[in-house]
């Protein structure tokens, strides 16, 4: 099995078994094309220099018998959204419907061959990347029939956690397309996101206009396209942004459940369960100086759920560990397959700005380097602001995305965390209903960038 990693190998003074990443030209091996798309991956960087109402019953009108089956819960959901929640789905449906348009003509206009004379299935767009990455393991487990990190073109799926994939296969029970199963779980997933950060948002924010201010700057971001596809970052918002509006009304329970899930997920569910513990500390430090007592000590009790999210990281370092005799087998990973060896943050700054404009990379790769290093700077100036705002929960947030993210050889997926980062939206709308023309700056130079960035996702490109 051998799949593509999408950053070079940094030199490494001592041998170490073979990674997915980018081989020499005279050395590279053939990579197949994945089996749900058309097309092989493009190769990876170059290595661096150095190396409500009554349903109608079955037999017609006139009998209230009340919903019938399957139907119960949709209109208890439908009843519980509000005008403004249906505004933001109105506006999440349409930017889906850009999209697949976007997809269809990628389809078309970018075919695998040129010359080509039929365009690719109508789910190939899709299925690139880490989306390949999670069908496999749903598909054949993190080690099938023996395999592992000891043989040779090791892929390294070790290095995502289990909470997708096991979501992905159990919707392919319904949904026979892999493709289209993780389009599916994305879409639904998205839609809860979309209505907790607009909650959230008219929470922070006076004004009406502040939840569908929120998602239409989050649905227009320049790496919008990673909520629709079968990537992680819809499902984890599903579970984080209801943790976080949970959390803000002090119901600890239900934060801790919810990022318990998001940390089966991604690791940035200990990110936030970090913000969610310190937002916890903050408010029974100050309720306990308002009703001292009994009462007091209770809501520290309640403390104990905070420490619930460990749980799926810890079971997954276990299940890990049977497998392959390593605690580290995750962090292995990520190295092997990614180069998330660790390096200070101003080695990674300097490595990432020399892959960005060293003219040691192919121009796609520098542009997306590019896009890191100015995702890294949006992530200082969030965190800044946040501190000045005395916002210590999403400080501690932003900055632990930031630590994880800027410590490796070089920055990788930085733009697409961005979509993780809620204050951001939110700031950016607040500054939006402040300054009017601000609004339309950010529509005129996201939009290209976005749609730029949709297509070369669409086409098989990297896109970070």
């Not at 749903?138 to 395999?147: C, I």
């Amino acid at each position: 099995m051998t799949t593509l990693s999408p950053g070079p190998r940094p030199p490494s003074p001592a041998p170490r078994s073979p990674s997915p990443g980018p081989l020499p030209p005279a050395t590279r091996p053939s990579i197949p094309a994945p089996r749900t798309s058309v097309r092989s991956e493009p190769r990876g960087p170059l290595a661096p220099p150095d190396g409500r109402g009554p349903a109608v019953p079955p037999g017609g009108q006139g009998h209230d018998t009340g919903p019938g089956p399957g139907t119960g819960w949709i209109r208890r959901t439908a009843a519980r959204l509000d005008s403004a929640d249906r505004t933001v789905l109105g506006l999440y449906l349409l930017t889906r419907i850009s999209l697949a348009i976007t997809a269809h003509f990628a389809r078309w206009l970018f075919p695998g061959q040129s010359g080509a004379r039929e365009a690719a299935p109508v789910l190939a767009p899709f299925q690139h990347w880490d989306a390949n990455h999670y069908l496999h393991i749903a598909r054949d487990g993190y080690f099938p029939a023996g395999e592992g990190p000891w043989i040779s073109g090791w892929d390294s799926r070790e290095a995502f956690f289990p909470g997708y994939p096991l979501t992905l296969r159990a919707v392919h029970a319904v949904v026979p397309d892999w493709t289209a199963a993780g389009l599916l779980i994305s879409f639904a997933a998205g839609a809860v996101a979309v209505v907790a950060l607009a909650r959230i948002a008219r929470a922070y924010l006076p004004d009406s206009a502040a939840g569908s201010r929120t998602v239409l700057f989050l649905l227009l971001s320049p790496c919008a396209v990673f909520l629709a596809v079968g990537y992680t970052e819809a499902l984890f918002l599903a579970f984080a942004l209801p943790a976080w509006l949970a959390a803000t009304h002090h119901r600890w329970a239900l934060a801790a459940v919810l990022t318990t899930l998001g940390t089966t997920v991604r690791i940035s569910g200990l990110f936030l369960a970090a913000a969610i513990g310190l937002l916890f500390i903050l408010a029974t430090a100050k309720g306990k100086s308002a009703a001292p007592g009994r009462e007091g000590r209770r809501s520290w009790w309640a403390g104990g759920w905070t420490l619930l999210p460990a749980l799926p990281p810890a079971a997954y370092s276990w299940y890990l560990h049977a497998h392959t005799g390593d605690w580290m087998a995750w962090k292995h990973a990520q190295e092997r397959g990614w180069y998330r060896t660790f390096h200070t943050p101003w080695e990674a700054w300097g490595n990432t700005w020399t892959g960005a404009f060293g003219h040691t990379q192919s121009t796609g790769y520098a542009l997306m380097f590019q896009a890191e290093l100015a995702a890294m700077l949006v992530g200082l100036a969030l965190v800044a602001v946040l501190l000045y705002r005395r916002r210590w929960p999403e400080a501690v947030y932003v900055v632990l995305s930031l630590w994880a993210l800027g410590t490796s050889y070089w920055y990788t997926s930085v733009p697409r965390a961005t979509l993780l980062w809620w204050p951001l939206w939110i700031g950016l709308a607040a500054l939006s209903l402040r300054r009017p023309w601000f609004r339309t700056v950010y529509l005129c130079v996201a939009a290209p960038v976005t749609t730029l960035v949709a297509l070369a996702f669409l086409t098989g490109r990297w896109a970070g």
